[in-house]
């Protein structure tokens, strides 16, 4: 006959309290690190691979970028690589793609999720070009000069001078961190004439714009 001490009795009920709390022992999912299946290259194709290292089927995944779910599209699609792994493929991709990609692993018993983040070098886009303006006098001049690219691009306002572009000076005008939003308050005679936008990163061709301000009512 078997005896069993005391000493086994708290460890098989430790077991079983165990398995208990955790849905009859079955496996939540644990993903591994995203795998880099192709280096990503400006036009090229990216490959990117999400695996399961456990978990007990069927799995499933779900990808997004910032936040969003990543949608299939002409240049994105999703496959099931197997039964542990999903596949992302962006073809072609480019400085647009770019953002902190998440993975999400579940299934009956829970989920996981790994990251990476995906920075495409490009050269500079627009997103919002400024128009010429025309404001009242002593009103508030608003503008933006909004663009993408990687590296972060750096954008310098510009002023024309007789025929000389000269930088603007953050002293006499308020210029966001992001370098990308010009105000200038209680416009003056003196904030009337040409001026322009220049952007660049390092990575050709770099942009640039020109627009007018004319101040309305002087006196």
């Avoid at 691009?153 to 510009?158: A, E, G, L």
Wanted: net charge neutral; glycine share 8%; hydrophobic share 30%.
């Amino acid at each position: 006959m078997i005896q069993i001490n005391s000493l086994t009795l708290v460890i098989i009920h430790i077991v079983l309290l165990t398995c208990s709390n955790t849905i009859n022992c079955q496996n939540a999912p644990k993903a591994g690190q995203i795998s880099l299946l192709s280096k990503p290259k400006e036009g090229g194709t990216a490959s990117f691979a999400c695996t399961a290292e456990i978990g007990d089927r069927p799995l499933n995944f779900k990808w997004s970028r910032d936040g969003e779910v990543v949608m299939k599209t002409e240049t994105i699609r999703i496959e099931q690589l197997t039964r542990d792994s999903s596949l992302l493929v962006i073809d072609p991709i480019s400085a647009k793609h770019n953002g902190n990609y998440s993975c999400v692993i579940s299934n009956n018993y829970g989920q996981d999720s790994t990251s990476i983040l995906i920075g495409i070098e490009g050269s500079p886009n627009w997103i919002e070009q400024p128009n010429d303006l025309k404001v009242k006098y002593g009103q508030l001049i608003d503008v933006k000069c909004l663009v993408s690219g990687y590296p972060k691009p750096k954008v310098q306002w510009k002023k024309l001078t007789g025929s000389i572009w000269t930088e603007m000076e953050s002293i006499s005008y308020e210029i966001d961190n992001s370098g990308q939003h010009l105000k200038i308050y209680n416009s003056t005679r003196n904030n009337q004439g040409r001026y322009g936008c220049s952007v660049s990163n390092g990575i050709q061709p770099d942009l640039w714009t020109e627009f007018s301000i004319t101040i309305e009512g002087i006196c």
